[in-house]
């Protein structure tokens, strides 16, 4: 799997939350990532590392990033 981390992704990590949900959504992807479990709305935050090894499976892709190339100098 790959290490690319989407806002809007959906993942299930492998120890599932106290309040039983195993899927979740990254609302922020950056040097830390914050995800939010889809069963009771809590939002947690953790480095990329640690979040890398937390997720089991990505089950939904959020969308591109959209980025629009630079012009040639000339
Ligand atoms: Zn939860």
């Known amino acids: 799997m790959n290490d690319e981390i989407r806002v809007g992704d959906v993942v ?9 949900g195993s899927e979740w959504t990254v609302v922020r ?4 990532v914050k995800i939010r479990c889809n069963t009771c709305g809590h939002l947690i935050a953790m ?14 892709r959020g969308p591109e990033l959209i980025t629009v190339p630079l012009p040639p100098d000339r």
Do not use: I
């Open 12 to 20: 299930s990590t492998r120890k599932p939350h106290p309040c039983g």
């Open 29 to 32: 992807a950056g040097l830390d």
């Open 47 to 60: 480095d990329r590392q640690r979040f890398l090894q937390r997720r089991k499976a990505v089950l939904q």
